[in-house]
């Protein structure tokens, strides 16, 4: 008579146990899958960065194989590049480990993206500083010790792809690249030599070269040549000037500068105006305006520009310019009828 009720009082006590134990093996699968997404993400950016600075790694190495033919700026350009992709490298290289297998694997990516930003570092000052300072005896040693550095990160990069080659270590779900920022095999003792005296050549482009020029002067209205070769401005009682001043070296030309107008005529004093020049980034120009000066139709005027920099300036022959024109004289008008 009392066997039924036995039985689901075991009921009653067997499925909470059950709710409890799928619920316990539910977390588990969870946090496993949140472990394991972890783990991929982190090595798959870990791998993109790594695709990215071997790019860098063989556009660094086309730039130094020709050192004494690279300008300046594509020299920085190049030089920029490579330090933000180790910049990105470096945000992966500063995150916590997924789990504790990876700890070497972090440890030493972190190790590589130390080596190689301080000796990419060293690469680019010793370099430029042996192009601007042909006198600088310590541009070798220092670029040597910076070679060093970043052979030295390849070799710490080498020991991460053999630790990841471990059954016990994770590994990414692409391939992980081989990467050397300098793939040149040549020894310290005679590649930095060998640099330094590419930098200083007398045909480079890696000195510094501060340059500024007048490269146009134009009027408005406009002046043109005639038949017989004078400078003639249409007849007008007001000249604009506008005077473009470009920078053709390989810095950036400092603000500060001036631009000097003179405008003279044999019939009145001569108009000496002045404006000042904005700084100028190196390929770039811009244009200094002298607006609404009086003359006279049927007059001849002579302008002279000078231009004086606010900083050194490696060709000053450039900075001058003088032109001799005559305005139009008025055409009398008639009315018939």
């Known amino acids: ?5 036995r039985r689901r009082r075991r009921r009653r006590i067997i499925w909470p ?3 409890t134990i799928v619920a316990v093996i539910v977390a588990i699968v969870a946090t496993a899958g949140n472990d394991t997404r ?5 090595l798959e950016d870990m791998r993109c960065r790594s695709v990215e600075l071997t790019r860098a790694g063989s556009t660094l190495s086309d730039l130094v194989g ?3 033919r690279v300008d300046r700026s594509e020299f920085q350009s190049v030089v920029m590049g490579v330090e933000e992709a180790l910049t990105a490298a470096s945000e992966v290289a500063a995150q916590d480990s997924p789990e504790e297998a990876l700890l070497g694997v972090s440890t030493l990516f972190r190790l590589a993206v130390e080596s190689w ?3 990419i570092s060293g690469v680019s000052g010793a370099i430029l500083r042996a192009a601007d300072d042909p006198g600088d005896a310590a541009a070798v040693d220092d670029l040597a010790s910076a070679v060093v550095l970043v052979r030295a990160g390849d070799t710490i990069y080498d020991a991460l792809i053999d630790e990841l080659s471990r059954d016990e270590v994770p590994s990414p779900v692409g391939e992980m690249p081989d990467v050397r920022l300098l793939p040149v095999d040549a020894p310290v003792t005679v590649l930095a030599p060998a640099w330094v005296s590419a930098a200083r050549s007398e045909s480079g482009g890696l000195a510094l ?3 500024v020029r007048i490269e146009q002067v134009a009027t408005s209205p406009e002046w043109v040549t005639s038949a017989d070769g004078a400078v003639v401005v249409p007849a007008t009682d007001i000249l604009d000037v506008a005077v473009v001043v470009g920078n053709a070296g390989n810095t950036e030309a400092e603000a500060g500068g001036t631009v000097e107008l003179t405008l003279a005529t044999a019939e009145a004093e001569p108009v000496v105006l002045s404006r000042p020049v904005p700084e100028i980034a190196a390929g770039a120009s811009t244009s200094v305006i002298f607006t609404e000066l009086a003359v006279v139709p049927g007059l001849s005027y002579q302008v002279q520009v000078i231009l004086t920099p606010a900083g050194p300036d490696a060709f000053a022959e450039d900075n001058r310019h003088s032109t001799g024109f005559v305005v139009n004289a008025a055409t009398e008008t008639t009315t018939g009828g």
């Open 209 to 211: 070269r501060p340059s």
């Open 17 to 19: 146990v059950l709710v």
């Open 38 to 42: 972890a783990t991929i993400s982190y």
């Open 66 to 68: 020709d050192l004494s």
């Open 117 to 119: 930003r301080e000796g």
């Open 1 to 5: 008579m009392f066997d039924a009720p």
